[in-house]
């Protein structure tokens, strides 16, 4: 339990980070407000959008901050300093489509070093990557991808790390969770252990470390 | 000619796309124009709508009091959940989606070829963004692929060409296409011409095609 600002004060330069969201549901906007005003660089951003309309990704993009983005949609009506540096060349961004993305995170997180999934096949997101037939079916090989951090959003969180989410917000978080060295959460509500029935607990707490009461 | 062809507006190439959604379908609506057919989802069939950022059974577009700007859509629009509906993860849900549990999804288009490939995520322009979202996931792992786009560019070209000029999305996945003029059917010996506007003979529709069409079967 901590601020935020103390939640991710060590993040070091050079980091990768996952950040779970879709657009702005499930973004983890005072984590990446902090992280912004900590002023680590060079970072690795995973995440399914670049930021748009001036959150926190676009933040951390405009203040130049970022090397490389991982992620399936860049583009948005309203990407900011995004489209103006990669029309500059002055990021770095691994387009993956949205599946493999999770697949990727869900395999890092699960162990598994790499996978063959038939999507993307014989497109030019395929291109220099091994490539293998399975039942007659062309399969790419993509690698799991584990972070150094995950930031994520989630609703209800009790003592241990147990997490609940709030609707389609839910999206990466309980993926992302899985696949780094440090989780570290934002949650709008704290409740008592016990308070979470141990069916309806989404993320079990072994998968977070820090946790952060939004303001 | 063109100019004055009385075409199927959007919402119209949706009533269209709806007729071919069979009762109990589960249906992916891609980003862009396909997201119209949600408001025309006949009251009398069971249509279950999954979205890919982790909803199965989603409702209309929501109201303004009804907005929860975390319970939204593939395009990021407000939504609603049906009675019904559950919630998943991301992972969760493209396992959905590879595994074949999607029984019809609607995309739109840049490009289909007369074999059924499919080109939708990026432009040949140096300076466009690529974008690919779930493009290339939903154009494999969905049963039946269905694409809902403009007959031809806005420059009069057509969209259904023999090879496509952009970088493909998939290979040979589309089944059918629905455009502001006809119904297309891609069959393994060609696509054949389904139904087309009033304004259209089907020689006309060839001629502004552009690749050889099937006549409707009788």
Known sequence: MASADEAIADVADGSTILVSGFGGAGLPEQLLTALVNQGARDLVIVSNNAGNAGNGIAQLVAAGRVRRIVCSFPRQPDSGAFEQLFREGKIEVELVPQGTLSERIRAGGAGIAGFYTPTAYGTELAEGKEVRIFDGVGHVFERGILADWALIKARTADRWGNLTYHRTGRNFGPVMATAARCTVVQVSERVQLGAISPEHVITPAIFVHRIVQER | ?218
Not at chain 2, 13 to 29: F, K, M, S, T, Y
Request: net charge negative; proline share 5%.
């Open chain 2, 1 to 218: 000619m063109n100019i004055s062809l009385r075409r199927r507006s959007a919402d119209e190439i949706a009533q269209r796309v709806v007729q071919d959604i069979p009762e109990g379908a589960h249906v992916n609506l891609g980003i862009g124009m396909p997201m119209k057919i949600s408001n025309h989802l006949p009251k009398d069939r069971e249509i279950l709508l999954q979205s890919e950022n982790g909803l199965l059974g989603m409702g209309p577009l929501a109201a303004p009091h009804e907005v929860d700007t975390e319970l939204v859509n593939a395009g990021k629009q407000p939504v609603t959940m049906l009675p019904g509906a559950s919630l998943f993860n991301h992972a969760e849900s493209f396992a959905m989606i590879r595994g074949g549990r999607i029984d019809i999804c609607v995309l739109g288009a840049f490009e289909v070829s007369v074999n059924g490939d499919l080109a939708n995520w990026r432009t040949n322009r140096d300076d466009a963004i690529p974008a690919v979202g779930g493009a290339m996931d939903l154009a494999y792992g969905a049963k039946r692929l269905y694409v809902m786009m403009d007959h031809q560019t806005k420059d009069g070209r057509s969209k259904i060409v023999t090879t496509c000029s952009y970088p493909l999305t998939a290979r040979s996945v589309v089944d059918n296409i629905y455009t502001d003029l006809a119904t297309l059917v891609i069959q393994s010996d060609g696509i054949r011409a389904v139904d087309w506007i009033n304004d259209l003979e089907f020689e006309q529709l060839c001629d502004l095609t552009g690749v050889k069409l099937l006549p409707p079967k009788d």
